[in-house]
């Protein structure tokens, strides 16, 4: 199964495994699933060390490459057609980088791994 993998769920798997549910620590154990690594995730790992919400134990630019790698994610750039995808979208969540990943969970019918039920509402299946 090809899954988006939603910020908290990268860095839950990445810095504390046991905040996943049991089910989602199944899919990213699974190595027949392929998890989806968006450069959303990126920018918003990015942020969130600058503006001092997280503290990784490497640069960002350093360790969200190779997490990526050592787990074997599939990058998913942004694209033209995902941003305007976003302006399609009832604002049911004011976060940017959600409603992106929303709108590529619907662009590229990926069902989303995240805790986050918001994205329910956006008619993405949101998998926990």
């Keep these: 199964m090809d899954v ?3 910020t908290h769920v990268f860095l839950w798997f990445m810095l ?9 620590r199944r899919i ?9 690594f968006s450069a959303v995730v990126g920018w918003e790992i990015v942020i ?6 997280l503290v990784l134990p490497d640069l960002p ?7 990526v790698a050592e ?19 009832p604002l049911y969540h004011r976060d940017p980088f959600d409603r992106l990943l929303a709108a590529q969970s ?3 019918s990926l069902p989303i791994l995240t805790s986050d039920p ?4 956006y008619g993405v299946e949101a998998i926990w």
């Design 4 to 6: 988006l993998v939603d």
């Design 16 to 24: 504390d495994e046991m905040r996943l549910s049991r089910n989602a």
């Design 28 to 36: 990213v154990r699974n190595p027949s699933n392929s998890l989806v």
């Design 48 to 53: 969130k060390v600058q503006t001092g919400r």
């Design 61 to 67: 630019s350093r360790y969200v490459p190779a997490r």
């Design 71 to 89: 787990f074997g994610m599939r990058n998913l750039s942004i694209d033209l057609r995902h941003v305007l995808l976003v302006e399609g979208l």
């Design 106 to 108: 619907q662009a590229e």
């Design 118 to 121: 918001v994205f329910k509402r």
